[in-house]
C-alpha cells in the first residue's frame, strides 16, 4: 500500500470517528423521547397508540414481530402483485412465489440479500413502497431493539422495556429520515440519478439506460445498513455512485450509525465509558483486517471499478461486511482468496464489527454478556454486566442468540453443496465454488445481504433455505435480546466496588474481542479451510 | 469429623470402581458434554467393529484407538466426580456409625423426675419430651428445658474436649447421636425422625440432595451452545468434504470417525467433565474447614458476598477487656491507685478483674496476696450496687462504673473529682472501657479496660476490603467506644448499641442497596438477621433456632471462619471460570493437528497448516484425542483443590487467570500433542 493509500484509509477513520459523538448524543436524545413534534403526536393520534405506555418485554417482542410480520407480507404482496400496480414504465410481471417470498424476508430483516436484478425485474413502485419503506422499518426496528436493551440495562426493578410503537417511529423521523434526505440529496448533486422515467434508448444499438428513483433508496440502503442495491450491481453502477465523492460518503454512511450508536448506548446506560469501549472493541476488529484487505488487494483489479481503484474497493467491502449491509463497489467473487476471506469472515462473527443499525450493537452487547459471564467466574464472583447479575436465563437467551447465525449458515451450506438444485447455479468449480456458496449462507445467516457473486441462487432451493436461515438470524436474535432487556430491567442494580469487574477497560475489551474472534474462529475454521484457505494455499 | 487425605488410596479406589458405575446413561444425561463424549464412543466402537469385518471406513486399530481414548474421556471425567465425592462418602459412613438407634426414655409430664416409658428414638416426635441420663446418647435434636450437662459432640465437630449444655441461653441446643456425659437433661424434641441435623449432615456430605447451583446452571448452557456450535461445525463437514472430493476428483471423504474425534476434541470436554467434581470439592472445603453448608447455592453465594456483619467480640476483639493503664486522681501516685485496684480485683474471676492484677503485677511487682490470710471481705458484683470491691482492715475499696462510684462516694459524703472526670471521658472516648477506683469516700482514679482487637485481622479486613468486601462490626458498645475499635480494627463501618433489630435493619439496608450480605450469629435474638442474611453461618455452639435460620453452621463456632467462607465460595467460581477458558483456547491447537490431517487426501496443500510437524495424519488425530483425554486427568488435583485466591482486585485477577489459563490454554496443547504425536511415532503405533 502507497502512503496515499493509508491517508485515504486514515482520513476515513478519523471522519467517521468524528462523527461519533455528535450524532451519538443526538440519537440518544431521540431514543430516550427528548426531541417531539406535532407531526410525531399526530402520527400517534393517528394509530391511537400512546407513546409514554411502557410494554414489557413479552409485548414490545410481539409488537415487534408482529409489525415486521406485516412488513413480509406487504413487499411480498407487492412483487407478486407487481404487473397491476402503477410506476411500472417497463411494465414488468409478478415475481415467483419463492423469489418474492426471499425478497419479502430479505427486506424485512435488514438483510437486502437480492436475488433479482433490480432494473430488470422490479418496478418503481415496487422499489420505492415495497424496498425503500422496508429500509426504513427495518433499520428503526434494530434501533427500537438497542434502545429496549438499553433501557433494560439502566432501569432498576422495571417491568418496562419502553414502547415498541414510539421508539419506531422516533428513529424513523427523527435519525433516518433526516440523514437519508441530506445524503440522497447530496448523491443527486454528484450525479446519482432519480426519476421516474421509462429506460432511454441508446443510439444506435439495442441497450437501453435504465433510469428510475435511485438517490432516495442509495442514501438509506447505505444509512440503514440494508445494502440493497437499485441496479444490479449496486454502488459499482455509475447511477448509483458515480463519483469518489460520492463513494467516500457513502462507505461513511455504512458505519455511521453502527458506530455512533455506541455513544447512544453509553448515553443510555448513564455510563459513556461502556460505549467507548465497545466501539474500541469494534474497532480493534475492523481495523486490522481492513489493512490486511487493502494489503492483498493491492495490483488486483479484477471486478473493479477504475474510478476507485483496490484500496477504496478494498475498504468498501471490509465496511460493508463488518456493518451488515452489504452494498457493494467491487465484485467481492473476484477478489484474492484473502480478500474474499475477510469480509466472509467479518460476516460469520455476527455481524458484531459495527454490524446492522440496532443489530450491530445489540449484537456486541450479548457477546460483552457472555465475556462477562466467563470473566466474571475466572473472578470468583457472580458475573454482573453495567450493574445487572448475569444468570442462567440471560445466558440462555445470550447461547440462543450466539448460537442461531452460525447454525443457519452452516446447515443453509451444508444443504447447498450436496443437492443438485443447490448446486445448479453455482459458476466455479472447486475450492471456489465452496467458497461462493459458503459466503451466500454467510451474509443470509448473518443478515448481511452481500453477495460474493458467482452464485445464481433464484432457485427455490436457496430462495426457501436462505429465507429461513435470514429470518432465523434476525427474529431469532433479536426476540431473545429483548427477553434479555426484560429480564435485566426487572432487576435490581449492584453497586459498582473495587470487586466489580470493570467492563470499560482496554482489559475489557481485550477479552470482548477475544470472546467475538474465538467464537468466529472455532464455528468457521473448518469450513472456511475447504474454501478460501485452500485457495490461499493452493 | 475425621479428615481423611485427598488421594488416600482406599478412596481412589472406590473412586475408579464409580468412574464405571457412572457409565449408566442416565448418569451421563445431566451433563450435555460428556453425554455426547459417550455417545461418541459407542459409535466408534460400533465403526471399529464393523471395520474388524472388513467393511470398515478405515483401519481397524486406528479406529479402536481413537474409540478406545474417547472412553478413557468418558471414564477420567467419571473419576473426576467419583473423587470429588470420595471424601464426603468416607465421612458420610463414619456419620452414620453415630446415628445409631438409641432408646429415648420419653417422659409422661415435661419435668425431670416425671415417670417415663422407653421408646424406640426412631419413634420421637417433634413436640415429645425426653431424660438423658450420663453415658446415654442423646436420641434426637432438641432443646434442653431443664438440667444442665457436659455433652460429648466429638461425632458431628470433631472435636473432643466436652461442651456444657444448659437450659435457658444461648447453649440449650443438642444434637441427635451427642452423648452425656455427666448430670441429665430433659429435652424437648425439635426434629422428626429423617431431618435430624444428623441426617442432614450425611445427606449434604454424601452429596445425594446436591442440587447444581445458579451458576453452574448458567455455566452449563454455555457449555451446551457450544457443544451445539461444535456439532454443527463438525457435521456439516461431511456434506463440505463430499464437494470437495466431488470438486477435487481425488481423496476420500472425511470418515466419520475423524469427524467424532474432532467433535470430542472441540467440545469443553475439560470442564465439562470437571464441571461437577468441582462444584462437589467445593462443598467438601467447607465440610475440611468445619462448615456445614446447607446448600450448594449458599456456597456459591458466599462468593458473591459484598458485606460482611462480624460481631466485635470474639472475631474483631478478643473475647474479654484488659486493664492497660492506671490513671490516678490528683494527689495519688500510680503505686497506690494500683495496690487497690489489685486488692478490689483479687476475689475478682472475671477476665477483666484477673487483668487488673496481671497489670499490677507487671507495671509494679505487685505480687498478688491471699484474701483469706489478709482477712478479707470480697464484695461481689450485684445488679443494684453495680459495684465490687474488697473490705479489709476498715478499709473499703471499690470499683465500678463511673456513675454508680460517684454515687457512692457522695453518698459517703465525698465528692467526684474533675480530674478523673476527664480521665473517664478521655478513655471512653478511645475505645477503652473506664472503671473507677474509691477507697471509702475517696476516689483514687480510673483504670483504663481496653478491647483488644485481634493481631493481624486489620490486615485481614485490608485485604478484603481490595477483593472489593465491605466489613461492618457489630457491637453493644456506645457508639464512641465503637468508633474507637472500629477505627483501630480497619473495619468500613460498625453498628452500636446493636439490637436485633437494628442488626436486620441494616441487612436488609444494604440488601436494599443491591448488597450481599454475610454474618454469623448463635444467639435465638440472631435468628431474623440470620435468615435475612444471605450468607448466614449459625455457631453449632448456638440455640436451635439460629442453626434453623442459617445456611450454613459452623462446627467450630468460629465467628472469624466467615472470612474462609467467603473465599471458598469464590475459589468455585474461579476454578469453573479458569478452566472453561482453558477449555476453549484448547481447541485452536486441536484445529491445527486435525483439519490438515482431515482433508489431507483431498487438499494436500492444507498440510502447511500442520505447524507442529506431526507424523502422520491418524497419528495427528490421535494425539489430539488422547492429548485432550489426559489433560482431565491432569486438572483433576486443581478441580478438587480449587485455584488459589488472591485478595486481589478483581481486574488483576481477570488478568492474571487470563494470562495463566487462556494464552496458556492456547498454548500447552500444541506443546502436548506435539509430544504425545512423538512417543505414539517412536512407539511405531501410527
Known amino acids: 500500500m502507497s502512503g496515499n493509500d493509508l491517508t485515504q484509509l486514515g482520513f476515513y477513520l478519523l471522519v467517521l470517528l468524528l462523527c461519533v459523538k455528535p450524532l451519538g448524543n443526538y440519537m440518544a436524545s431521540v431514543l430516550e423521547g427528548r426531541r417531539t413534534s406535532t407531526l410525531e403526536r399526530g402520527l400517534y393520534r393517528l394509530a391511537g397508540v400512546n407513546p409514554d405506555q411502557g410494554m414489557t418485554w413479552k409485548v414490545y417482542a410481539a409488537a415487534f414481530l408482529a409489525f415486521n410480520a406485516l412488513g413480509v407480507l406487504a413487499v411480498y404482496s407487492i412483487l407478486r402483485l407487481q404487473h397491476l400496480l402503477p410506476l411500472n414504465p417497463q411494465g414488468f410481471g409478478a415475481l415467483e412465489p419463492h423469489t418474492a417470498l426471499n425478497i419479502a424476508i430479505s427486506f424485512a430483516t435488514n438483510t437486502n440479500w437480492q436475488n433479482y436484478g ?62 437519508s434526505a441530506i445524503l440522497a440529496i447530496f ?126 474497493s478494498a475498504l468498501w467491502a471490509v465496511a460493508t461486511t463488518a456493518a451488515s449491509n452489504g452494498s457493494v463497489n467491487a465484485m467481492h467473487d473476484s477478489f484474492t482468496p484473502i480478500g474474499g476471506l475477510i469480509p466472509m469472515f467479518l460476516m460469520q462473527l455476527g455481524e458484531v464489527v459495527f454490524g446492522g443499525v440496532g443489530s450491530g450493537l445489540y449484537g456486541m452487547v450479548v457477546f460483552a454478556i457472555i465475556a462477562v459471564f466467563l470473566a466474571g467466574l475466572m473472578v470468583g464472583r457472580t458475573p454482573e454486566y453495567l450493574g445487572k447479575k448475569i444468570e442462567a436465563f440471560e445466558m440462555k437467551m445470550a447461547s440462543i442468540a450466539i448460537l442461531v447465525p452460525p447454525v443457519c449458515v452452516l446447515l443453509g451450506t451444508a444443504i447447498s453443496v450436496v443437492t443438485p438444485m443447490g448446486l445448479s447455479g453455482l459458476q466455479d468449480r472447486g475450492a471456489h465454488g465452496f467458497s461462493e456458496i459458503l459466503y451466500a449462507f454467510s451474509s443470509m445467516g448473518n443478515n448481511n445481504g452481500s453477495a460474493f457473486g458467482g452464485y445464481g441462487a ?33 432487576k435490581k442494580t449492584v453497586p459498582v466496588g473495587p470487586g466489580t469487574l470493570p467492563t470499560h477497560t482496554p482489559l475489557f475489551v481485550g477479552l470482548l474481542v477475544g470472546a467475538v474472534l474465538i467464537v468466529g474462529v472455532l464455528a468457521f475454521i473448518p469450513a472456511l479451510a475447504l474454501g478460501p484457505i485452500v485457495e490461499a494455499l493452493q | 469429623m475425621s479428615k481423611s487425605a485427598r488421594f488416600d488410596p482406599h478412596i481412589v479406589r472406590g473412586a475408579l470402581m464409580d468412574s464405571v458405575r457412572k457409565l449408566d446413561p442416565r448418569h451421563q444425561a445431566k451433563n450435555p458434554v460428556m453425554f455426547v463424549v459417550l455417545v461418541g464412543s459407542v459409535f466408534t466402537t460400533v465403526l471399529g467393529l464393523q471395520a474388524l469385518t472388513g467393511r470398515g471406513e478405515a483401519p481397524a486399530p486406528f479406529i479402536l484407538g481413537i474409540s478406545l481414548w474417547l472412553w478413557f474421556t468418558v471414564l477420567f471425567g467419571n473419576f473426576a466426580e467419583a473423587m470429588a465425592e470420595g471424601r464426603g462418602k468416607a465421612q458420610a459412613d463414619t456419620l452414620r456409625k453415630s446415628r445409631r438407634d438409641v432408646n429415648a426414655k420419653r417422659l409422661d409430664e415435661p419435668r425431670y423426675g416425671s415417670s417415663y416409658t422407653t421408646v424406640s428414638g426412631a419413634l420421637l416426635h417433634k413436640g415429645d419430651v425426653v431424660v438423658v441420663e450420663t453415658g446415654e446418647f442423646i436420641p434426637m435434636d432438641g432443646e434442653i428445658i431443664e438440667g444442665a450437662a457436659s455433652v460429648d459432640e466429638s461425632a458431628i465437630t470433631g472435636e473432643s474436649a466436652p461442651v456444657i449444655r444448659e437450659s435457658g441461653g444461648d447453649r440449650s441446643s443438642v444434637t441427635g447421636g451427642t452423648r452425656v456425659l455427666s448430670d441429665w437433661l430433659v429435652i424437648r424434641v425439635t426434629a422428626e425422625a429423617g431431618e435430624s441435623f444428623l441426617e442432614r ?126 490513671v490516678p486522681a490528683d494527689g495519688v501516685s500510680e503505686t497506690q491507685l494500683a495496690d487497690a485496684a489489685q486488692l478490689a480485683s483479687l476475689a475478682d474471676e472475671t477476665p477483666e478483674g484477673r487483668s487488673v492484677v496481671i497489670l499490677a503485677k507487671e507495671k509494679f511487682q505487685i505480687r498478688e496476696r491471699d484474701l483469706h490470710q489478709l482477712g478479707a471481705h470480697f464484695v461481689p458484683f450485684t445488679a443494684r450496687t453495680r459495684m465490687s470491691g474488697v473490705d479489709l482492715d476498715g478499709r473499703q475499696i471499690r470499683k465500678g462504673a463511673a456513675d454508680s462510684i460517684e454515687a457512692y462516694v457522695t453518698s459517703l459524703g465525698g465528692s467526684f473529682p474533675t480530674g478523673v472526670r476527664q480521665a473517664v471521658e478521655s478513655i471512653a472516648r478511645q475505645g477503652g472501657t473506664p472503671l473507677v477506683v474509691a477507697e471509702g469516700n475517696r476516689v483514687l482514679g480510673v483504670i483504663h479496660l481496653k478491647d483488644i482487637v ?124 479458569a478452566l472453561t ?47 485432550n483425554a489426559l489433560i482431565i486427568v491432569a486438572l483433576i488435583p486443581l478441580a478438587l483443590r480449587g485455584i488459589q485466591y488472591r485478595p486481589v482486585s478483581a481486574a488483576d485477577l481477570l488478568q492474571r487467570h487470563l494470562l495463566i489459563y487462556g494464552a496458556g490454554g492456547v498454548l500447552l496443547p500444541f506443546a502436548g500433542i506435539k509430544v504425545i504425536d512423538m512417543i505414539l511415532a517412536g512407539l511405531g503405533w501410527v
Open chain 1, 118 to 179: 433490480g432494473e430488470s425485474t422490479l418496478s418503481y413502485f415496487t422499489q420505492m413502497v415495497g424496498l425503500t419503506v422496508q429500509n426504513f422499518v427495518s433499520a428503526a426496528s434494530g434501533l427500537a431493539v438497542v434502545a429496549a436493551l438499553a433501557r433494560g440495562l439502566a432501569s432498576k426493578n422495571s417491568e418496562s422495556i419502553g414502547n415498541f410503537w414510539a421508539d419506531l417511529v422516533r428513529g424513523t423521523l427523527y435519525i433516518l429520515l433526516p440523514l
Open chain 1, 187 to 312: 448523491l443527486v448533486s454528484q450525479g446519482v440519478i432519480q426519476n421516474l422515467d421509462g429506460y432511454v434508448p441508446v443510439a444506435d444499438s439495442k441497450r437501453v439506460l435504465p433510469m428510475g428513483p435511485a438517490a432516495s433508496q442509495v442514501a438509506i440502503k447505505q444509512l440503514g445498513t440494508n445494502g440493497g442495491g437499485f441496479f444490479n450491481v449496486n454502488s459499482a453502477h455509475p447511477f448509483e455512485n458515480p463519483t469518489a465523492l460520492s463513494n467516500f460518503f457513502q462507505v461513511l454512511s455504512i458505519l455511521l450509525i453502527p458506530a455512533a450508536l455506541c455513544v447512544t448506548f453509553g448515553r443510555m446506560v448513564n455510563d459513556n465509558r461502556q460505549g467507548w469501549a465497545l466501539l474500541a472493541a469494534m474497532v480493534l476488529i475492523f481495523v486490522p483486517l481492513l489493512l490486511i484487505e487493502a494489503q492483498v488487494e493491492v495490483g488486483n483489479m479484477e471486478g473493479k471499478e477504475v474510478r476507485f481503484g483496490t484500496t477504496n
Open chain 1, 458 to 490: 433464484n432457485n427455490p432451493l436457496v430462495n426457501l433455505t436462505g429465507g429461513v436461515a435470514m429470518f432465523f438470524a434476525r427474529y431469532w436474535v433479536a426476540w431473545p435480546v429483548l427477553a434479555i432487556a426484560g429480564s435485566l430491567a426487572r
Open chain 2, 201 to 326: 449432615m450425611i445427606a449434604m456430605v454424601e452429596g445425594a440432595k446436591r442440587q447444581k447451583t445458579p451458576n453452574e446452571i448458567a455455566l452449563n448452557i454455555l457449555l451446551a451452545a457450544l457443544t451445539i456450535v461444535f456439532l454443527m461445525a463438525t457435521a456439516t463437514l461431511l456434506p463440505f468434504s463430499i464437494f470437495a472430493v466431488n470438486e477435487a476428483g481425488k481423496g476420500q471423504p472425511v470418515t466419520v470417525t475423524v469427524l467424532v474425534a474432532l467433535l470430542v476434541c472441540l467440545i469443553p470436554t475439560t470442564i465439562g467433565a470437571l464441571l461437577s467434581a468441582i462444584g462437589i470439592a467445593g462443598m467438601d472445603r467447607m465440610l475440611q474447614a468445619n462448615v456445614l453448608a446447607m446448600s450448594g447455592r449458599a456456597v456459591e453465594a458466599a462468593g458473591d458476598v459484598d458485606v460482611l456483619l462480624l460481631d466485635k467480640t470474639g472475631t474483631i476483639t478478643l473475647g474479654n477487656r484488659q486493664a492497660t493503664a492506671f
Open chain 2, 454 to 577: 485481634k493481631g493481624g485481622i486489620k490486615e485481614r479486613f485490608a485485604e478484603l476490603r481490595r477483593a472489593g468486601i465491605k466489613t461492618i462490626m457489630i457491637t453493644g458498645d456506645n457508639p464512641l467506644t465503637a468508633a474507637a475499635i472500629a477505627a483501630e480494627a480497619g473495619v468500613d463501618d460498625f453498628l452500636a448499641e446493636a439490637t436485633p433489630e437494628r442488626k436486620l435493619q441494616l441487612i436488609r439496608e444494604r440488601q436494599a442497596e443491591g448488597r450481599l450480605v454475610a454474618m454469623t450469629g448463635d444467639g435465638t435474638n440472631d435468628a431474623p438477621a440470620l435468615a435475612q442474611a444471605d450468607v448466614a453461618v449459625a455457631m453449632n455452639t448456638g440455640t436451635q433456632a439460629a442453626k434453623e435460620a442459617g445456611n450454613m453452621v459452623d462446627l467450630d463456632s468460629n465467628p472469624t471462619k466467615l472470612i474462609e467462607i467467603v473465599q471458598i465460595g469464590k475459589q468455585m467460581l474461579m476454578t469453573r471460570g
Open chain 2, 581 to 627: 477458558t482453558f477449555s476453549t483456547a484448547n481447541d485452536v491447537a486441536k484445529y491445527f493437528a486435525i483439519i490438515p490431517a482431515a482433508f489431507a487426501t483431498t487438499y494436500p496443500q492444507l498440510s502447511a497448516l500442520n505447524v507442529m510437524h506431526l507424523a502422520s495424519p491418524e497419528s495427528a488425530i490421535l494425539s489430539a484425542v488422547i492429548f
